[in-house]
């Protein structure tokens, strides 16, 4: 299926959340984002994450400190990253938006 507009296939991501059709989300860290952090020694600060999922990553960032705001296409996967950050004790800033029409998120971010 595609957007006749764009010819970019379209795809129902509340329905891949809702069927567990999401073999991207290993509720583990990505292990690119743990070695960029170490290899580049990235310390804490604002953080944007587009296409969070269910948070494993805004989380995981979080717990060390990071500022983050992460944002999903999917209220499902929201919701189920907003019970992923309060079972850690984390402060994280979810938005669910299109991300091809993002809102103004107000602030800069550093990574």
Do not use: H
């Not at 850690?88 to 091809?100: E, I, K, S």
């Amino acid at each position: 299926m595609s957007d006749p507009q764009d010819g970019v296939p379209s795809v129902d991501w509340e329905e891949r959340y809702r069927t567990g059709q999401t073999p991207w989300d290993t509720g583990q860290p990505s292990t690119e984002l743990q070695r960029i952090l170490k290899e580049y020694q990235i310390g804490p600060g604002r953080t944007l994450e587009l296409g969070c999922g269910t948070g494993t990553n805004a989380v995981f960032l979080a717990e060390r400190g990071f500022a983050v705001t992460a944002c999903d296409v999917s209220e499902r996967a929201i919701r189920l990253a907003r019970q992923r950050a309060d079972r850690a004790n984390v402060a994280v800033r979810f938005l669910t938006c299109d991300l091809l029409k993002l809102p103004d998120l107000g602030e800069p971010f550093s990574f």
